[in-house]
Structures are given as structure tokens and as C-alpha cells.
């Protein structure tokens, strides 16, 4: 699976954006799509993620509220809204997909076998 994430860039606290990943190269039946997040000096942390089957979610509690995962299986893309932008939500942000992923294993990064190159936001107070 190749990933291709977009639509980063600088927003004002409070504000909104929507990032998006568009999935080559395979079926993504089956799979489990996430969003991670890097800041500077940081580990990689788990945003949320979408089961393609389904379509069913889950969140990081950080975001939980604020933050909506999203598909268009037609158009092989997963979406991240992000509302009600906080300075902490500053990092570069990855999409990734997994073939393999149980509900105890979803917010781990080793869980995912593919990864797109990261779009950057920043929240600017």
C-alpha cells in the first residue's frame, strides 16, 4: 500500500483544517487506516484510526470531541478533521494502514506496516 497524505498547513487556535490520505496499490478491505502525529523532540503518538470494513472508530482521548476520522472508499481516502485546534496539536502528522490490526494493538505504531510521508500543521497561538 502506497500512502499519500496532504493537506496540511497553519491555522489560528480554534481553528480547522482536514488532512487527507489517499491509499494506492491495494484492496483495503480488510485493513485498518490510522492517523500519528510527531511533535518536535517527541515520540510518534496515536491519533485515531477507521476499520475500512465497516467503518468503525476509534480516538485518542487528546482529541476525542474535536477530531473526526472519515472515508470515501470510492476515492481510497481517509480523512482527518480536526476542529477546536489547540497549540498541542502542532506535529507532523502520518497516515498509516495495517492488515494486521486487533483492538488491543490499534494505538501502536509497530502495529502498522505502512506509512505515508507525513504532512505538517501548526497551530499557531
Known amino acids: 500500500v502506497q500512502l499519500q497524505a496532504s493537506g496540511g498547513g497553519l491555522v489560528p487556535v480554534e481553528g480547522s483544517l482536514r488532512i487527507s490520505c489517499v491509499a494506492s496499490?491495494?484492496?483495503?478491505?480488510?485493513?485498518?487506516m490510522g492517523w500519528f502525529r510527531q511533535a518536535p523532540g517527541k515520540e510518534r503518538e496515536f491519533v485515531a484510526c477507521l476499520r475500512w470494513n465497516g467503518g468503525s472508530t476509534f480516538y485518542a482521548t487528546s482529541v476525542k470531541g474535536r477530531f473526526t476520522i472519515s472515508r470515501d472508499i470510492a476515492k481510497s481516502t481517509v480523512y482527518l478533521q480536526m476542529n477546536s485546534l489547540k497549540p498541542e496539536d502542532t506535529a507532523v502528522y502520518y497516515c498509516a494502514a495495517t492488515s494486521r490490526a486487533i483492538s488491543s494493538t490499534l494505538g501502536l505504531s509497530s502495529t502498522y506496516d505502512y506509512w505515508g510521508q507525513g504532512t505538517q500543521v501548526t497551530v499557531s497561538s
Open positions: 496499490g491495494r484492496n483495503l478491505r480488510n485493513h485498518v
